[in-house]
């Protein structure tokens, strides 16, 4: 009984000491409650700037342009700001052509609200995306609509000079197809096939553009047109198209171009998942086992691209005695239903599946975009494609996956490159700049 009282009052003597010690904290701690019990700000949408809930310009721009709010009462309510407040920005926003009236609400009680509504028409932006031999330019207005395009066949391989040249002169064509100037254009966006250092526009030891490697493309681009120029791989700009169009409500997109080449592109929560220096997705280049006897452009032996890009099956496909020079001419021979070239472009579908059961194991995707030209080979390549992943991956990986083929098809490029822009040049703080310039 004794040894009870004794350990009873050790802990008495401990719980003593121990609110001592809380005490002399309450003071700090009190203060730490007091300081943020503010209560806590919207959470941003997923892929949306933090800034959107400041009530800046920007932000106010944002939520109009996105459909969050329609009125300058809705953005009083989400923001906290006076309606005075909210007046002088959206005062502000109209004299840069960025907002216009677009009619009025229905009443809640007294005067009409007047709707506002975000002006694609106050500007347009240039894009472009260059294949390997053929290329798709256009111009798009604001809103991301595309108000006029060419296509053409030009091999990347003729040299910057070459095709860059060709490139300015068809955007200038095309702007004044459209009763444009070069004072309209607000940005311009172009994709490249081949590895690109983001952060300079410049492509880096690009394997199929001799004379391209650090190239200024954006410095050049924007110094033609006196705007911002954003240059990216091909891919990661068709992935970020796929995205915006179809498939915003997802928070991880994979897109997979099979073209002459193939490569892949990752979109997480708006963003393009670009890797530390630019390389991120350029699954073409992953060996494929037991394929060593293959040589890859890139010099190495058994690369996906070797085995089963449209060149590879071209080449294939004349070693049998067909006419294929290019990866077009087997999809052509797969729609017309000649059996060896479904045959190819079967096995093709497995080899690239197997490729993506490890990336999708390691990345788990919501959903896997098939685009490029081969995708237009349909089942053959597409079944192939999910027999391999849906064997090679984890249940879990693959239980609400999704692998669909591009509905954007050859458009995916240049909506993405006008995307790319003007997510950049109408971010928060890229219009808190512009306002602020008065």
Not at 318 to 341: C, F, I, K, S, Y
Request: net charge negative; hydrophobic share 45%.
């Amino acid at each position: 009984m004794s040894a009870v009282k004794q350990n009873l009052s050790t802990c008495h003597a401990k719980l003593i000491r121990f609110d001592t010690f809380d005490r002399r904290k309450l003071p700090r701690f009190h203060v730490e409650v007091t300081i943020n019990s503010a209560p806590e700000p919207r959470s941003p949408r997923p892929g949306a700037d933090p800034s959107t809930s400041s009530g800046s310009a920007g932000a106010i721009l944002d939520l109009v342009r996105t459909g969050r709010a329609s009125t300058r009462g809705e953005l009083a309510a989400i923001t906290g700001l006076a309606r005075s407040t909210i007046a002088q920005r959206v005062d502000a926003l109209i004299s840069h052509r960025l907002l216009v009236p677009g009619g009025d609400s229905a009443s809640t009680g007294g005067r009409r609200p007047t709707r506002l509504a975000f002006n694609g028409d106050a500007g347009v932006v240039l894009a472009g995306d260059l294949g390997a031999t053929h290329s798709r330019v256009a111009v798009a207005d604001l809103a991301g609509h595309v108000l006029v395009q060419d296509v053409h066949d030009i091999a990347v391989a003729e040299g910057p000079e070459r095709v860059l040249s060709w490139l300015e002169e068809t955007f200038e064509r095309l702007l004044l197809e459209i009763g444009g100037t070069g004072d309209d254009v607000r940005g311009i966006g172009v994709g490249l096939p081949g590895p690109v250092e983001f952060a300079t526009g410049r492509p880096v030891s690009p394997p199929i553009m001799p004379g391209w490697n650090l190239y200024p493309v954006g410095q050049r681009l924007g110094e033609r047109f006196s705007a911002p120029a954003l240059v990216d791989n091909d891919v990661n700009i068709m992935s970020l198209g796929e995205y915006w169009s179809n498939w915003r409500a997802e928070e991880f997109l994979l897109f997979v171009k099979v073209g002459t080449g193939i490569g892949s592109g990752i979109v997480t929560h708006g963003h393009v998942h670009r890797g530390a220096d630019g390389a991120a997705g350029d699954i073409g280049h992953i060996h494929v086992p037991d394929h060593d006897d293959v040589v890859c452009r890139c010099g190495n032996l058994g690369c996906l691209e070797a085995i089963a890009g449209g060149a590879a099956l071209a080449a294939g496909l004349r070693e049998l005695g067909l006419d294929a020079p290019t990866g077009r001419d087997v999809v052509a021979q797969v729609l017309h239903g000649q059996h060896d070239a479904v045959r190819l472009i079967r096995q093709a579908g497995h080899a690239i599946g197997g490729v993506l059961a490890t990336c999708v194991n390691m990345l788990n995707p919501a959903v896997v975009v098939i685009g490029g030209d081969m995708a237009a080979a349909g089942e053959p390549l597409l079944a192939g494609i999910r027999e391999a992943v849906y064997r090679r991956s984890l249940p879990l990986a693959t239980g609400s996956l999704r692998i669909v083929p591009s509905e954007l098809g050859d458009e995916a490029g240049i909506i993405g490159a006008a995307v790319m822009v003007i997510e950049t040049i109408l971010a928060p703080a890229a219009v808190d700049a512009l306002v602020s310039a008065i």
